[in-house]
């Protein structure tokens, strides 16, 4: 558990490194220009850390329930969050997700990063989305994992 415990605060310190560096740092042009892709795919890893700290404070301390067959988890579900929080902007910019009827430049940039943050926060929910996604727009059958829910 201590292993997972330590996993997660690296994972949140390199994030926040990154982090700073991309917003108060000097960045590439070319860097620049992918700013807000790169926000949302640092802020999905946020919410999955988030997610697993939480798990690792439920079942450790409040339910007396870890189990180590649960460490691979803790370690693949931070970069799992990390690609959701990519997809998210993917889906948004090509208009399969809706934020809001009217577009405000500094209101937009918000949601995207708020819906980034709840994608990697919550991976299942939002994979089944976007498999709905996927369905209604082209036809696409959910995964097996997604029917069983």
């Known amino acids: ?20 560096q991309l ?7 070319v860097v620049e220009q992918k700013k807000l892709l790169l926000t949302c795919i640092l802020l ?10 939480r798990g690792v404070y439920l079942n450790a301390s409040v339910r007396g329930e870890w189990s180590p067959q649960w460490e691979p988890w803790h370690y693949i579900r931070p970069v799992v969050s990390l690609v ?7 889906f948004l910019k ?12 500094e209101s937009t940039a918000l949601g995207f990063m708020a819906l980034a943050f709840v994608a990697g926060l919550n991976v ?3 994979v089944s989305k976007i498999e709905e996604i996927a369905q209604a727009s ?4 959910r995964s097996r994992a997604s029917k069983s829910e």
């Open 124 to 126: 299942d929910k939002f």
């Open 84 to 90: 959701c929080g990519g997809i998210s902007f993917v």
């Open 44 to 53: 999905g890893g946020f919410g999955g850390v988030l997610y697993c700290l």
């Open 138 to 141: 082209w036809g696409i059958e």
């Open 94 to 105: 090509a208009g399969l997700l809706l934020l809001e009827a009217e577009s405000k430049p």
């Open 23 to 29: 917003h108060f740092g000097y960045v590439p042009a």
């Open 1 to 20: 558990m201590k292993k997972v415990i330590l996993y997660h605060f690296l994972f949140l310190i390199v994030l926040a490194g990154i982090s700073a």
